[in-house]
């Protein structure tokens, strides 16, 4: 199984709603990361998880918040988003850290429309 | 931080056409990716490089390290290989970083 999955792959919400995103891989991969991806840009890192510890945050708000439960799973929780915050959530997952280039493998992402 | 620009932006050709995709960076990398991106979203990943040169079917990626250049080429164009292609480095500073990107190439195969 060489799949990263993504649930759901639509999501409408309002700015005082509370939903989670959801991504798994069964590839035994320890290092997972979500990315946001604004129409015609390419993807930004948000956050990486190393051996289920969060390795990075790259200044994201803490209406976004991470959570990765176990090896295979990686959740990210909104809370209070804002319209801006409307984009493509992609999820990937390497082997280990990306250290030595390390190939990543993509989720068909979450399409994200706050109103 | 690196720095990845890609060219051309755009390019439509027709169906049949050689395609080169072109990748610059501006320090240097443990690695290269070339990914791909159908509208809807999904990104699969095509290569990865740390040197030399590889082929997949119709695709062949290659790299010049030292003038920190690779370059994407696509055979015998087809119009399913219409897509966003993605250009993306890891750092080799060590550190648990994502990919950097470069802002992609839209290519458009016309039958």
């Known amino acids: 199984d060489t799949e990263v999955t993504q649930t759901p792959k639509h999501l409408v919400m309002g700015m005082t709603n509370k939903k989670s995103l959801k991504c798994e891989q069964h590839?035994?991969?320890?290092?997972m990361y979500w990315y946001k991806q604004k129409a015609k840009k390419p993807p930004e890192l948000m956050f990486v998880y190393s051996y289920e510890k969060l390795s990075i945050n790259e200044s994201v708000p803490s209406r976004f918040s991470p959570e990765c439960p176990n090896s295979s799973l990686l959740n990210l929780h909104l809370h209070a988003l804002q319209p801006e915050d409307s984009a493509l959530y992609l999820c990937?997952?390497?082997?280990?850290?990306?250290?030595?280039?390390?190939?990543?493998?993509f989720g068909p992402g979450t399409r994200l429309l706050v109103l | 931080k690196n720095e990845v620009e890609q060219s051309p932006q755009n390019l439509t050709a027709q169906e049949g056409e050689f395609i080169t995709i072109n990748c610059s960076y501006s320090?240097?990398?443990?690695?290269l990716h070339w990914l791909q991106q159908h509208p809807g979203g999904g990104i699969v990943s095509l290569f990865m490089l740390s040197s030399g040169k590889k082929k997949h079917g119709r695709l062949i990626a290659t790299i010049n390290i030292q003038e920190k250049h690779s370059s994407l080429h696509i055979t015998a164009s087809h119009p399913r290989d219409s897509a966003v292609y993605i250009c993306a480095v890891s750092d080799s500073g060590g550190g648990a970083d994502g990919l950097t990107f470069g802002k992609g190439t839209h290519l458009i195969i016309q039958p």
């Open positions: 590839m035994g991969h320890r290092a």
């Open positions: 990937a997952s390497s082997p280990r850290i990306i250290l030595m280039g390390e190939t990543q493998y």
């Open positions: 320090v240097g990398i443990s690695a």
